[in-house]
């Protein structure tokens, strides 16, 4: 082990672990570093905001003026 490592253990299912392993072998390289990599994308990505989703205004009014067409069409 590294001087500047730290060693952790997690546990995980069966599947995913085969499948890890799998998909380590197809790209020539070791389940730790896929893991690694991934681990290094999560921390390195912006954290999702949490909250409603705001939608910009004229996607709303385009969504009131199709209604609109689409009552003002029973109408008839």
Known sequence: MKP?????????PRNLNRKL?????????????????????TVASPAPKKGR???DRPVLADLRKENEHDHSRRDL
């Not at 500047?4 to 995980?12: K, M, Y």
């Not at 998909?23 to 681990?39: D, N």
């Open 4 to 12: 500047d490592s730290v060693r952790t253990s997690i546990d995980i």
């Open 21 to 41: 392993r799998e998909e380590a072998a197809k790209r020539g390289c070791s389940a730790r570093s896929l893991i690694l990599v991934a681990i290094e994308q």
């Open 53 to 55: 989703v705001r939608l």
